[in-house]
């Protein structure tokens, strides 16, 4: 092996384990533990976090003294553990979204040095579900059921709770708000989560319908009343079913 070889292999070493990055995201409001990757068996004598490429100390650790009110940002929101060198930042920000920098230090004057980038994004709420109408037709309950999210950028999935002897259909999980058509025989109820993601973090929420005979013969009646009311049914259904079909050939697409 070339002594170019050797300094290569040696400077790879030491960025692998000298400068270790780290990608976390968290939630306005929320708190979020940035991990200093420091080896369980060192015994820490100074710790020194920092933002702005280094030049503004925020958090530090000095022969057992801890200072978590260095930068008036930050002040009264952060907590430092002494043992993993690990920074707490509470009450998260919209702008602590940044690079943190930490410098580690143990007994024996060995140092560590590592990144942690924190992407701050607005608090994900539970969804709000909406029951669009209901009907049915000989002895099938149809519901369709109406997902929005709370925020931007957020994929909407539908799954039903417990056995579910029917059949259902969701349009793209992409868009603004997410349509559930449902179809089940008997005079029953169904329950249904709908669950928001965005990055690592989801809510749901969940809704319990269906179709008993109190509600069934008023509008067995009333739709069946005359034969207008049965071709506006059918336009109904059909408009539903292919509208579900076309967003799910999109979400293929773009797949």
């Known amino acids: 092996m070339t002594l170019q070889s050797v300094v290569l292999l040696f400077i790879v070493y030491i960025h692998q384990v000298c400068a270790r990055d780290e990608n976390i995201t968290g939630y306005i409001g929320q708190s979020v533990i940035l991990k200093s990757g420091v080896d369980q068996s060192w015994n820490l004598t100074r710790v020194q976090w920092s933002i702005y490429e280094n030049t503004t100390f925020i958090a530090s650790l000095n022969n057992g ?97 417990g056995v579910f002897n029917g059949s259902y259909i969701s349009g793209s999980p992409k ?31 969940q809704i319990t319908v269906g179709c008993t005979e109190e509600n069934q013969k008023p509008e067995v009646c009333s739709l069946c009343s005359s034969c207008t009311s049965m071709v506006l049914l059918a336009i109904v259904i059909t408009a539903v079913v292919f509208g579900l079909l076309y967003a799910s050939k999109d979400m293929i697409k773009a797949a």
């Open 65 to 161: 003294k801890i200072n978590t009110d260095r930068f008036w940002r930050h002040k009264g929101r952060l907590e430092l553990n002494p043992k993993t060198g690990d920074l707490t930042i509470n009450d998260l920000r919209l702008d602590d979204n940044m690079i943190y920098s930490v410098a580690l230090v143990n007994s024996n004057e060995a140092r560590e040095d590592a990144e942690v980038n924190l992407t701050v994004q607005e608090r994900l709420m539970k969804p709000d579900i909406q029951k669009a109408f209901n009907f049915t037709k000989d002895g099938q309950c149809y519901i369709v059921l109406k997902c929005i999210p709370s925020g931007e950028n957020v994929i909407l999935s539908w799954t039903p709770v």
């Open 175 to 205: 868009s603004k708000d997410s349509i559930l058509l449902i179809s089940f025989s008997g005079n029953r109820s169904v329950t249904f989560n709908c669950t928001a993601s965005s990055g690592q973090h989801n809510e749901s929420n």
